[in-house]
C-alpha cells in the first residue's frame, strides 16, 4: 500500500477535526475519491507535471492529482483548518505537497509558482467555490502576457456557468464569457456531478469543463475587447448600433470596419467578428 492509500477516509478527516464547511467560502467538499481521481485522470496526463490546485479543503482531489503521478502540486487554501491535513497528505506523497495559505483572487501566480520551485505552464485542477469560480477564470483568460503560465484549466463549476463557457454563438447562454473563453481556450464540459457527490450537497448540478489554451490565438487588444463585449452583452436585447453607445463613440463605424450588421444583437456575433470590434474600438488595423 503507498502512502496515499493508507490515509484516512476523507469523511473520518473531516469527523476527527470537526471540519464543517463553510457556506461564506462557497464550500462544497468532494469525498469520493473515485471521483476526484477521475477528476485527476482528465486533466492529465500529468505524470511529471506540476500542477496548481485552488481550494482544496481536506484534500480528496490532492490526493487523486498526487497518485496520478503529478511531480509537485501546488495548493492554495484560504482556510487555515485545513492545513494539518493537506501536511499529512505532503507526507504521505514524499513532499510532493506545497500549500500556501492566501487568498486565489490576490495571489501572483508566476511568482508563486517561482517561489515553489514550479515549472510552467502548469496545470491547473480545481473545485472551485462557486462564489468565486468565474471571477477567477476571467481572472486567468485575462493574463496580460499570453500564452500564460498554464496550458490547461480542468476546472468544477455550476453547470449553468460551464454551459456559458462553451456556450455556441447564437444560444441563450452566449455571451461575455463565452467570448472571452473561446478567444484564449478551446473549452469543453466533460461530465457532470450530481449534487449528492458534495458534503454538504449543493442545490444544483456541477460540471468539470476542461479548457486547453490556444497559444496563437487571433491578436486582439485585451482591454478593447472587454469593453466592447460588456457594451454588447450588457445590454443584449438592444440592436448593436444601439448596446454600443455606451462606449462613447459612434458605433456605427466600428461595427462597419468589423463587418457586423447594426441591426444584429451581441448573441449573435461569433468571436473572431469581436475580436474585429475591439480591434476598430482600439483602433487598431
Known amino acids: 500500500m503507498s502512502g496515499l492509500d493508507a490515509l484516512p477516509p476523507l469523511r473520518v478527516v473531516i469527523e476527527n477535526a470537526d471540519l464543517r464547511a463553510k457556506k461564506s467560502l462557497g464550500q462544497n467538499f468532494l469525498l469520493d475519491l473515485n471521483l476526484t481521481r477521475r477528476i485527476a485522470r482528465e486533466a492529465g496526463p500529468l505524470e511529471g507535471r506540476d500542477v ?28 487555515e483548518r485545513f492545513l494539518p491535513a493537506l501536511a ?5 506523497s514524499g513532499g510532493r505537497l506545497s500549500v500556501v495559505a492566501a487568498d486565489a483572487l490576490s495571489v501572483d501566480e508566476p511568482a508563486l509558482l517561482a517561489q515553489h ?31 500564460s503560465w498554464f496550458d490547461s484549466l480542468t476546472l468544477m463549476f455550476q ?20 467570448v472571452l473563453t473561446q478567444w484564449r481556450t478551446r473549452p469543453r464540459i466533460l461530465f457532470d ?4 457527490a458534495f458534503v454538504p450537497p449543493p442545490s444544483i448540478v456541477s460540471a468539470v469543463v476542461r ?23 450588457g445590454q443584449r436585447r438592444k440592436m448593436l448600433r444601439a448596446a454600443l453607445k455606451t462606449l462613447g ?3 456605427i463605424p466600428l461595427l462597419e470596419a468589423a463587418e457586423i450588421e447594426p441591426t444584429e444583437r451581441a448573441e449573435q456575433v ?11 474600438f482600439a483602433g487598431c488595423p
Open 159 to 178: 453547470r449553468e456557468v460551464a454551459e456559458r463557457i462553451v456556450a455556441p454563438v447564437g444560444g441563450k447562454a452566449y455571451g461575455r464569457l463565452s
Open 117 to 147: 520551485g514550479l515549472t510552467a505552464p502548469v496545470s491547473v485542477v480545481a473545485n472551485l467555490p462557486y462564489n468565486v469560480g468565474t471571477a477567477l477564470l476571467i481572472k486567468w483568460i485575462t493574463a496580460p502576457k499570453w500564452p
Open 270 to 280: 461569433p468571436v473572431s467578428k469581436f475580436l474585429a470590434l475591439a480591434r476598430a
Open 249 to 251: 463613440v459612434d458605433p
Open 88 to 92: 499529512d497528505i505532503n507526507a504521505a
Open 52 to 79: 496548481l490546485e485552488i481550494g482544496p479543503g481536506p484534500g480528496g482531489l490532492t490526493r487523486g492529482l498526487l497518485g496520478e503521478g503529478a511531480r509537485r502540486v501546488l495548493a492554495v487554501e484560504r482556510d
Open 193 to 196: 456531478v450530481h449534487p449528492s
Open 211 to 233: 479548457l486547453d489554451v490556444i497559444p496563437d490565438p487571433e491578436p486582439a487588444p485585451l482591454a478593447a475587447l472587454e469593453a466592447v463585449t460588456a457594451s454588447a452583452f
